[in-house]
Each structure stands twice: as structure tokens, then as C-alpha cells.
């Protein structure tokens, strides 16, 4: 039988009873409670309204209400949040509103409502699949923040789901809908700048240490924990705060690289055209500088090779001390989130989610991009509510599968490392002019900081070589954190 997402001693516990007869004589793969059908789900017409659900409003959520609550023709009827505080916190907001959103503290008695068209979801990592696959059961269209999932696994079972009930799931990159940046990749992906076969995705963003203790992390008043840990074992995690800080720990997050890197991966991958999962892997990084209770890389370099093209992410968590351009005619020193797309007659640069530059390799400029808002991606997602084609999204489930994949295949590599001495680099594409100018200067950042490598480790990542077609490794051990084990209550839905 497949797992319910709502509890079977509610009030629909017979209607749930009755469904699940009459598809198991069917032969269906899901119960008919949540099967998604058309059935289930409201047809959004041209003058309707959306009606949204925001569910996690204590960080990023708030981004996303405020998005959903600028759009003219969305109503948010609906927040739901483990922690009541974190609806309280917007109260202002909602009194200028005609009808005040109301708080649902459980994700299964949200979906048990039918007067709710899509949901948007900014929950913590290991939340990501689990509710989006319930959320499209349950007959609502999906905006799931990224990256859409915590393990390799999970992005493409959201979007074998999203395939098999037809519903609308987009993942939160909002570059992907800035018209800047839409622009500038049109100018690359038309040859502009010659064939693009290297990409460099940089995340320069100073991550300080979240502290060191040896108790567990205080749980707020009025916080359902169990919902909290949801598909994670129902452990209090030892640190100082809950909230937050679960992105530096694996159970619940999965570093920046899967934090702000999936921004710059998603740009990078759509500049190279690549529609499936490199064939290779290898990582190379650690927490280093301090000692907390963080369990995931601050300051990793991660190489993803295909046949003909190689994509390069890195990853900086502390100061950047001493200026890196990557050896770039002219180029301004790069500092926080940034990506480079290297074609054979020139580079194009993004420094920021809206805009971007191209020019040749003495540095003159050839062109340059600017404009958009987060609100084009939030409006891009209703439009194909309406459209009902997953086409009409800019960042559709699989496309958001595949990036967030990236860092989850970078940390699987770095998971299984081993301790190596400073210098040591990995040989995939050791050659390669762009991984050697990436190992260079990250040597020189670690030597800025003078890291002390008997107290922090550095680890060179196991090198994974991963079937595109099975996005299997051919690596036992890698292959078994390429998914996670589900707490009893909280599994997976499988098609």
C-alpha cells in the first residue's frame, strides 16, 4: 500500500477507506486520496484567482510571501509553518489584507483543503521532496525553493510524479526568469562567444561559524519538533540555534553547495546545454578555519566533467583576502555569488542574478545585460497554472532536478574523501586551464587564512563515475547516499 501523506484517524479516514478499495481493484499505483487527478484540482481560469499556500515562512518563505502577495492575481489564503512564531512575525502584513491568511501548523491538514490551487515551499532541504510529491498528490501545483531536493534521488522522483499527475513544479532560481540574464543567455547560447565548453560557478559569500557546544539546540516555544525533523530521524541536532543553521548540517541542509551554489550551477549548466548528469565527479574542500558544529564543507572546489565540456564550482566560506580574477583580461576581482560562461572567442560574466557582461579575451567589452525582478519567476509560475504546460516554466522540475543534482553528487564525492596535505589536487582534468586557475587561486585562499590542517581537514573527494541514463553511480557506496532513509510516517512516494 502506498504511504499516506494525511492521517488515516481524521475526519476523511472513510472517504480515504472507500478510495483505497476502489484502486486497489483498479490496480492503481497511488490511493485515490492523493492520487492528483484533475479531479482533485480546481481549473484555474483566465480570471481566477491563484489561490497559493506559503508552507516555511521563517527565512526564505518571507521572500516568497512577499512575491505571492504583490501578484494581482494571487491570493494567499493559506500559511503553514511547524513554528507559530513564524506566522506571527508577519502579522503586519496581513491587516491591510481583505482576508487574513490563515495559520496551519501541520503540512497534512493544509492538503487536505480543497480550496488551495498551489503551494510554495520554503521549508529546510530534507522537507523539499517529501512535501512537494504529497502537494502534487494532493491535486496543488508546486514552487519549491532550491534546491528542490536533498539527495540525488529525490529530484527525479518529483518530476516522475509531476509527469504522471500533470501538475505544475517549478523550482525557486530565479535567474533563470530575470530578463538580463535571460538575455544574456540567449547571446551565448547563439554562439556569440564561440562554443561554450567551461563554466564556473563561484560562491564567494563569508559563512561564520554557527559555534561549538555539546548540548542540544533549544527548541522554540510553541515549535512541533517532529514536524520540524518531518522525513529526518526525530534527533534534537547538538548546536545553539534550530533555525537556520540546519543548512550546515547534512541530515537537514548540504552546505552552499547546495545552499546559493545551485543558483550559479542552474546558470551554468543551461550556458554548456546540458540536459543530463555529468560522468564524472570529484570534490575537493572542508570546514576549515574554525571548529563547529557544522558537519558539511565551508570551502570546497567540485569539478563535473561531460565528454566535451567541464563545469567548475567553488565554493568560498571565508574572507576572500587576496583579490581573484581567474587570470581575466580587465577583469573586476569576483566577490560573492558570480558565474563565467568561457567560450573559445571571448567570456561572458553574471555578477549577480539580473545582469551580465560579455567580452572578448583582451577584455573588451562586447555587450551587456541588466533587468528583472524575483516576481518575473513567482509570475512565470502562475502563467503555466493557467497553460497547464510545463513547458511554459522557465525553471521546470526536471531542469531544477538536474542543477540541484549537482550539488548533491559534489558532496556525495566529498563525503567519501580522505584526508590529504595541503597542494594535494585531484587528477580530473587537472589539465584543464580553468581547474588549474580555480586550484590556484583556492591554494593561495587556504595559505590567506594560514589554516591550521591538524585541527580542520582537508579532504580530496572519492572521483564518481555516474551513468547519465540511470543517474546511478557505478560506485556501491556512493550509490547508497544518492538517497537517505525516510522516518516512519514520512517516506518518499514512489511512482
Not at 533549544?218 to 540546519?246: E, M, T
Request: hydrophobic residues 35%; proline residues 6%.
Amino acid at each position: 500500500m502506498p504511504q499516506l501523506p494525511f492521517d488515516p484517524t481524521r475526519r476523511t479516514f472513510v472517504e480515504q477507506a472507500l478510495a483505497l478499495a476502489a484502486t486497489a481493484i483498479a490496480g492503481s499505483t497511488t490511493s485515490a486520496s492523493v492520487r492528483g487527478d484533475e479531479s482533485r484540482a480546481r481549473k484555474v481560469g483566465p480570471n481566477d484567482k491563484v489561490r497559493v499556500a506559503v508552507i516555511g515562512v521563517n527565512g526564505q518563505g518571507g521572500a516568497h510571501l512577499n512575491e505571492w502577495l504583490s501578484l494581482p492575481d494571487v491570493e494567499v489564503v493559506a500559511i503553514c509553518d511547524c513554528d507559530p512564531a513564524a506566522y506571527e512575525k508577519h502579522g503586519k502584513r496581513f491587516e491591510k489584507l481583505a482576508r487574513k491568511p490563515d495559520f496551519i501548523q501541520d503540512i497534512r491538514t493544509l492538503l487536505e483543503r480543497q480550496d488551495i490551487d498551489a503551494v510554495s515551499i520554503a521549508t529546510p532541504n530534507h522537507w523539499h521532496a517529501v512535501m512537494a510529491v504529497w502537494a502534487m498528490q494532493a491535486g496543488k501545483d508546486v514552487y519549491v525553493e532550491k534546491p528542490c531536493s536533498h539527495n540525488v534521488d529525490e529530484g527525479r522522483v518529483i518530476t516522475q510524479w509531476a509527469r504522471k499527475l500533470g501538475r505544475m513544479c517549478q523550482m525557486g532560481a530565479q535567474s533563470r526568469s530575470m530578463t538580463g540574464t535571460r538575455e544574456m543567455l540567449d547571446f551565448v547560447k547563439a554562439g556569440k562567444l564561440g562554443p561554450v565548453k567551461a563554466a564556473h560557478a563561484i560562491c564567494f559569500r563569508q559563512r561564520n561559524s554557527i559555534g561549538l557546544v555539546d548540548t542540544p539546540a533549544p527548541i522554540p516555544p510553541g515549535l512541533d519538533f517532529d514536524l520540524w525533523a518531518g522525513p529526518a530521524p526525530k534527533v534534537v541536532p547538538i548546536r545553539k540555534k534550530l533555525h537556520y543553521d540546519w543548512h550546515w548540517n547534512r541530515v537537514t541542509g548540504n552546505g552552499d553547495l547546495g545552499n546559493q551554489n545551485p543558483h550559479e550551477l542552474d546558470k551554468c549548466r543551461w550556458a554548456l546545454g546540458k540536459q543530463e548528469l555529468p560522468k564524472r565527479v570529484v570534490s575537493l574542500g572542508g570546514r576549515l578555519g574554525y571548529i563547529d558544529n557544522g558537519d558539511v564543507a565551508n570551502s570546497q572546489v567540485t569539478i563535473f566533467s561531460w565528454d566535451d565540456a567541464i563545469l567548475i564550482s567553488d565554493v568560498r566560506g571565508l574572507p576572500i583576502r587576496t583579490p581573484v580574477t581567474f587570470g581575466l583580461a580587465k577583469a573586476k576581482p569576483f566577490g560573492g555569488a558570480a558565474t563565467i560562461f568561457y567560450g573559445t572567442e571571448g567570456f561572458a560574466v553574471a555578477p549577480s542574478y539580473n545582469s551580465g557582461a560579455a567580452f572578448d579575451y583582451e577584455g573588451n567589452e562586447l555587450k551587456a545585460w541588466s533587468g528583472g525582478s524575483y516576481q518575473q519567476h513567482f509570475a512565470n509560475f502562475v502563467k503555466a497554472i493557467r497553460s497547464r504546460r510545463h513547458e511554459d516554466l522557465h525553471l521546470d522540475i526536471e531542469d531544477g532536478h538536474l542543477s540541484s543534482a549537482l550539488a548533491h553528487l559534489g558532496n556525495v564525492s566529498w563525503a567519501l574523501g580522505e584526508p590529504v596535505a595541503p597542494g594535494t589536487r585531484p587528477t580530473l582534468a587537472a589539465g584543464d586551464p580553468h581547474v588549474v586557475a580555480s586550484l590556484d587561486t583556492f591554494n593561495g585562499y587556504l595559505t590567506d587564512h594560514q589554516i591550521d590542517f591538524e585541527k580542520t581537514t582537508l579532504k580530496l573527494g572519492r572521483e564518481l563515475t555516474i551513468d547519465p541514463q540511470t543517474e546511478r553511480s557505478t560506485d556501491d557506496e556512493a550509490d547508497r547516499l544518492f538517497t537517505r532513509d525516510y522516518r516512519k510516517g514520512y517516506e518518499l512516494p514512489r511512482v
